[in-house]
């Protein structure tokens, strides 16, 4: 699960772990975590559903990665990631993260928001870079993709806005569906 930048990591939240957490735990150990969570599906060749593996990951002050959490859910849905969460506060994290990326998966935000009301969303840049990328033609991605790190590893919003609005003079006329793609979640995408 790629971060978008630096500057994102920088953005977490400081929490106290506790048992079952990252290593230090049962210390006062900081852990600054952004809330990256994603759900992966596995499906073993007897099953006839696919399981979904929802996963959290944090980050260290140091911009380290560390697995908070991990289970088994259905789907993704909002139940499934209302457990994960209500169990990471069960062992420890005490102060709600500031920030949280994810994709699109509208279970991850409404627990989250039950969960962690006061936590800022933040749309995966990875995820909404294949959507807009899939959007364009294969002759094109490359250069598409070099205009979407310009967003993505903005130091600040305006330079991000500024870089959305020269991906959109680029690629409007022609790709306007691309563009429309980045900027129906503009807001999501710079919670600086």
């Given amino acids: 699960m790629p971060i978008g930048s630096d500057a994102t990591f920088r ?44 996963v959290l990951i944090g980050a260290t002050p140091e911009g380290k990665k560390e697995l908070l959490g991990f289970q088994v859910g259905v789907w993704e849905s909002a139940q499934s990631w209302r457990e994960l969460l209500v169990d990471l506060k069960a062992r420890g994290l005490a102060i709600a993260p500031e920030l949280a990326t994810g994709d699109g998966a509208l279970g991850f935000w409404k627990a989250l928001d039950e969960v962690s009301p006061s936590t800022r969303h933040q749309r995966c840049t990875v995820h909404k870079a294949a959507n807009v990328l899939d959007k364009l033609p294969k002759s094109i991605q490359p250069a598409a993709k070099s205009d979407l790190r310009e967003v993505w590893m903005a130091p600040d919003r305006a330079t991000a806005e500024r870089a959305i609005t020269m991906f959109a003079d680029k690629y409007g006329a022609k790709y306007h569906k691309a563009v429309t793609c980045l900027a129906k979640d503009r807001d999501v995408l710079l919670a600086f």
């Fill in 11 to 54: 953005r977490g939240v400081t929490c106290t772990s506790g048992r079952g957490l990252p290593k230090g735990s049962g210390r006062r150990s900081r852990v600054e975590w952004q809330g990256e969570g994603d759900g992966v599906y596995l499906q073993a060749r007897m099953e006839l559903q696919a399981e979904c593996m929802l």
